[in-house]
């Protein structure tokens, strides 16, 4: 009897079909192009990218309002998942998070407010709800858009210091975990996976330790993998002892030497040097002592070109800082080593974010009848109509507290639709200017606010900067209100610009106490 070459149910795979192609990334690090190729794609307004020029106008964060506490307790997770299976149809927003014994448990609901744990059948440590019995409660949920059916639902997560793995499931409740390790290193905090259609890669971002701060302890940052099979182990090059001696001379690492050592010889350590640091501390921008403790990046699911993060900032009291700051973290003040906040960051790429640090995404202090001191972002977003709906953990203890007791709770949030950040104009008015474009299309329509006093007018320039007859400014009807998909009309040609569609031209927002999130080319 001929043995089988192998048992591995991947060498049994089918070659895989061509990866799921999106446009190509409008704004690239390297672009040089001077008019931009907008198509019909709609442009959030989260950087200046597509601006020229401007008068009187700030891009400013927009915080999302705070809802319902939803449900509370000890000891919740702080890294949950937010997921909502459109393909699949249920309707329902689902939260992940851990279970017992650190297992990955689900909930479900459908006004994002009321969550129980649904009946899977199976009974894990007397829960229902438990889809992985694994101890994988540092992971996240994506739909894989390249995989068989019974494949489409991927959850990436370190799996109890033995490695990170990819699980697969045809629904979200039942997976199966691949035979095989994607990546030979221990998960230290939430590792985030996504498919990037733009880019064509399985991108993910992970919790690295190396770098320290000038006190000496660890200062977070977060490092980027990419990978074309994402069932396959991902591409992986270890650095030797010597090439990290040599990095450190001019990044302030760590004294693991050599580094795989960290956590001892049979367990795996936290990503190291091995792959691009994205994401971290900015010493031109962040006090000392202050790090990213988890980045909550992820590629926003209704616009091309927008990518959005949540991350968790961490003030530390220890090892940093003056005395008279190293005091907060006293054991006598009964505080702990440090709070934590949400902030807000931004990227065309998913490789180099602009991070916005005030105001915060979702401060700490009073929610609910809360004082929250720690604030974690669930990973994930869900759609309900022109809402954004977002969901966070609260904890009134602060990280590594010094006592026990205070509640930790998860909480609702709403942001609208593309509104993580505007084009802002004052009361008296202001001007933008788009760099050069071609469109596709014969509408535009605005998602903008301009209040009860305010308001907005869109003058059309050709390619010299001349405004084009029957688009000028005084022309447009006055914008007036608060609209999420408001088309621009003009006095004598009305709303279609099918003329100028492949044409080159630039548009001019005139605003007064307005707010404009993003625009679009629309047939």
Same mark, same amino acid.
């Given at each position: 009897?001929?043995?089988?070459?192998?048992?591995?149910? &991947?060498?049994?795979?089918?070659?895989?079909?061509?990866?799921?192609?999106?446009?190509? =990334?409008?704004?690239?690090? %390297?672009?040089?192009?001077?008019?931009?190729?907008?198509?019909?794609?709609?442009? &959030?307004? &989260?950087?200046?990218? /597509?601006?020229? +020029?401007?008068?009187?106008?700030?891009?400013?964060?927009?915080? *999302?309002?705070?809802?319902?506490?939803?449900?509370?307790?000890?000891?919740?997770?702080?890294?949950?998942?937010?997921?909502?299976?459109?393909?699949?149809?249920?309707?329902?927003?689902?939260?992940?998070?851990?279970?017992?014994?650190?297992?990955?448990?689900?909930?479900?609901?459908?006004?994002?407010?009321?969550?129980?744990?649904?009946?899977?059948? $199976?009974?894990?440590?007397? #829960?229902?709800?438990? @889809?992985?019995?694994?101890?994988?409660?540092?992971?996240?949920?994506?739909?894989?858009?390249?995989?068989?059916? !019974?494949?489409?639902? #991927?959850?990436?997560?370190?799996?109890?210091?033995?490695?990170?793995?990819?699980?697969?499931?045809?629904?979200?409740?039942?997976?199966?975990?691949?035979?095989?390790?994607?990546?030979?290193?221990?998960?230290?905090?939430?590792? &985030?996976?996504?498919?990037?259609?733009?880019?064509?890669?399985?991108?993910?971002?992970?919790?690295?330790?190396?770098?320290?701060?000038?006190?000496?302890?660890?200062?977070?940052?977060? @490092?980027?993998? !990419?990978?074309?099979?994402?069932?396959? $182990?991902?591409?992986? %090059?270890?650095?030797?002892?010597?090439?990290?001696?040599? =990095?450190?001379?001019?990044?302030? /690492?760590?004294?693991?030497?050599?580094?795989?050592?960290?956590?001892? $010889?049979?367990?795996?350590?936290?990503?190291?040097?091995?792959?691009?640091?994205?994401?971290? %501390?900015?010493?031109?921008?962040?006090? $000392?002592?202050?790090?990213?403790?988890?980045?909550?990046?992820?590629?926003?699911?209704?616009?091309?070109?927008?990518?959005?993060?949540? *991350?968790?900032?961490?003030?530390?009291?220890?090892?940093?800082?003056?005395?008279?700051?190293?005091? /907060?973290? !006293?054991?006598?003040?009964?505080?702990?080593?440090?709070?934590?906040?949400?902030?807000?960051?931004?990227?065309?790429?998913?490789?180099?974010?602009?991070?916005?640090?005030?105001?915060?995404?979702?401060?700490?202090?009073?929610?609910?009848?809360?004082? /929250?001191?720690?604030?974690?972002?669930?990973?994930?977003?869900?759609?309900?109509?022109?809402?954004?709906?977002?969901?966070?953990?609260?904890?009134?203890?602060?990280?590594?507290?010094?006592?026990?007791?205070?509640?930790?709770?998860?909480? #609702?949030?709403?942001?609208?639709?593309?509104?993580?950040?505007?084009?802002?104009?004052?009361?008296?008015?202001?001007?933008?200017?788009?760099?050069?474009?071609?469109?596709?299309?014969?509408?535009?329509?605005? %998602?903008?606010?301009?209040?009860?006093?305010?308001?907005?007018? @869109?003058?059309?320039?050709?390619?010299?900067?001349?405004?084009?007859?029957?688009? !000028?400014?005084?022309?447009?009807?006055?914008?007036?209100? +608060?609209?999420?998909?408001?088309? @621009?009309?003009?006095?004598?040609?009305?709303?279609?610009?099918?003329?100028?569609?492949?044409?080159?031209?630039?548009?001019?927002?005139?605003?007064?106490?307005?707010?404009?999130?993003?625009?679009?080319?629309?047939?």
């Amino acid at each position: 009897m001929t043995p089988p070459e192998s048992v591995s149910r &991947l060498s049994r795979r089918e070659t895989p079909a061509p990866l799921q192609q999106g446009p190509p =990334l409008l704004f690239p690090s %390297n672009t040089t192009s001077e008019v931009v190729p907008l198509g019909s794609r709609r442009n &959030l307004f &989260l950087d200046d990218v /597509l601006i020229d +020029d401007r008068e009187n106008m700030e891009l400013t964060v927009n915080p *999302p309002r705070l809802e319902e506490l939803v449900f509370e307790g000890r000891g919740l997770a702080n890294h949950l998942v937010v997921f909502e299976d459109v393909a699949g149809g249920d309707g329902l927003v689902r939260l992940y998070g851990g279970g017992p014994n650190h297992s990955l448990a689900v909930w479900t609901s459908t006004d994002g407010i009321h969550f129980s744990a649904p009946d899977l059948g $199976p009974r894990y440590r007397g #829960k229902s709800n438990v @889809v992985i019995a694994d101890p994988v409660g540092l992971g996240t949920i994506f739909v894989d858009p390249n995989a068989p059916p !019974e494949e489409r639902i #991927k959850y990436f997560s370190g799996y109890r210091g033995r490695g990170m793995y990819v699980y697969s499931s045809p629904d979200g409740y039942q997976f199966t975990r691949n035979e095989t390790a994607a990546l030979p290193f221990r998960a230290a905090s939430q590792s &985030l996976v996504f498919y990037d259609d733009q880019r064509q890669k399985y991108v993910g971002y992970h919790r690295s330790d190396m770098q320290r701060t000038i006190g000496g302890k660890s200062s977070r940052t977060f @490092v980027m993998t !990419e990978t074309t099979d994402v069932m396959q $182990p991902w591409p992986f %090059n270890p650095v030797t002892q010597a090439e990290q001696q040599e =990095l450190a001379k001019e990044q302030h /690492l760590g004294n693991k030497s050599p580094y795989y050592i960290d956590n001892g $010889p049979l367990t795996p350590p936290g990503p190291g040097v091995e792959y691009p640091t994205v994401g971290g %501390n900015r010493p031109d921008l962040d006090p $000392p002592g202050v790090d990213i403790y988890v980045p909550k990046c992820l590629k926003y699911p209704w616009a091309d070109d927008a990518y959005v993060a949540f *991350p968790v900032v961490y003030f530390h009291y220890h090892g940093d800082g003056p005395k008279a700051r190293r005091a /907060l973290g !006293e054991p006598e003040r009964e505080r702990g080593s440090g709070p934590l906040e949400t902030q807000l960051a931004v990227s065309r790429d998913g490789i180099h974010w602009h991070r916005y640090p005030r105001p915060a995404y979702v401060g700490i202090g009073k929610h609910d009848d809360m004082d /929250l001191k720690k604030v974690y972002m669930a990973h994930g977003l869900a759609r309900r109509g022109d809402e954004i709906w977002l969901f966070y953990v609260g904890s009134e203890q602060y990280h590594s507290a010094w006592t026990r007791g205070g509640k930790d709770a998860v909480f #609702k949030a709403v942001q609208r639709l593309d509104g993580f950040v505007s084009a802002d104009t004052p009361y008296t008015g202001g001007t933008l200017v788009t760099r050069p474009l071609t469109f596709i299309g014969n509408r535009l329509v605005l %998602n903008i606010d301009t209040g009860a006093a305010g308001y907005a007018q @869109v003058e059309v320039r050709d390619n010299a900067g001349n405004p084009i007859r029957g688009f !000028e400014l005084d022309d447009c009807v006055y914008i007036n209100g +608060d609209f999420i998909d408001k088309e @621009v009309e003009w006095l004598h040609t009305g709303r279609d610009l099918g003329e100028l569609a492949g044409t080159p031209v630039q548009l001019v927002f005139h605003m007064h106490c307005s707010k404009l999130y993003s625009m679009q080319f629309v047939d």
